[in-house]
Every structure is written in structure tokens, then in C-alpha cells.
């Protein structure tokens, strides 16, 4: 059974860090794209950041590119989303996300993520 569990988040003052934890089984986390989205209150969700299947390669959207890493320990099956210099901006419930079924090629199309996660809240004051 598939199973994507968040944790990580929490309070923190502008300009402070964080590490996203996404523990994932079921499957293999190195073996498909994975993903973290956010969704801010009254906007849409949003890809933040992505890892490939395959070649590793990333994917950040502009407004996190320079602060956030996202990265996988395949020992322990999870995924990572460290995110410094953090700005009120990223407030937003955070979800990770897996392709098990092959369909992400390139950028975050939330339609090629069939496998998400319940969410962790990520507050920035300034």
C-alpha cells in the first residue's frame, strides 16, 4: 500500500529554516519523480519542487529557486524539502507528492501526481 506521511513543519521567523521530511512506502522513492507542493490560504496549489526518476535532476519554481533544496535518502526512503532564508510568502500547507505511474517528463503539472500526502503547515512571521 502507498503511503506518503509529511512532517517538519511548523512556526518560524522570516529569514529562519526548516527541513521537510516525507517518509514514503510502499514504493521505492528512487525509482519515481516525487514532488512537494504548497497551497497558500485562498490560493491554489503550487509545485514547489520536484525530483526525476531516472537522471535525479531538479526542478524549483522561481520564487524558491537559491533557498529550498529538495533531495531523497534512498536508505530511508524519504524525500526532503530543506528550505532556508524563509519569507511569510512560503506560508502554505506543504504536500508531498509521487508519480508511481511514470507520467511527469519535466516542470509540476499537479494531474501527473497520483500519490500525495496529508500535509504539513509551514507558518513564517516577519
Known amino acids: 500500500q502507498v503511503q506518503l506521511v509529511e512532517s517538519g513543519g511548523g512556526s518560524v521567523q522570516a529569514g529562519g529554516s526548516l527541513r521537510l521530511s516525507c517518509e514514503a512506502s510502499g514504493f521505492t522513492v528512487s525509482t519515481y519523480s516525487m514532488g512537494w507542493f504548497r497551497q497558500a490560504p485562498g490560493k491554489e496549489r503550487e509545485g514547489v519542487a520536484a525530483?526525476?526518476?531516472?537522471?535525479?535532476?531538479?526542478y524549483y519554481v522561481w520564487s524558491v529557486k537559491g533557498r529550498f533544496t529538495i533531495s531523497r535518502d534512498n536508505a530511508k526512503n524519504t524525500l526532503y524539502l530543506q528550505m532556508n532564508n524563509l519569507k511569510p510568502e512560503d506560508t502554505a500547507m506543504y504536500y508531498c507528492?509521487?508519480?508511481?505511474?511514470?507520467?511527469?517528463?519535466?516542470?509540476?503539472?499537479?494531474?501527473?501526481?497520483?500519490?500525495w500526502g496529508q500535509g504539513t503547515l509551514v507558518t513564517v512571521s516577519s
Open positions: 507528492a509521487a508519480d508511481l505511474e511514470g507520467r511527469v517528463i519535466a516542470g509540476m503539472y499537479e494531474a501527473d501526481f497520483g500519490y
Open positions: 525530483i526525476y526518476a531516472g537522471t535525479g535532476s531538479t
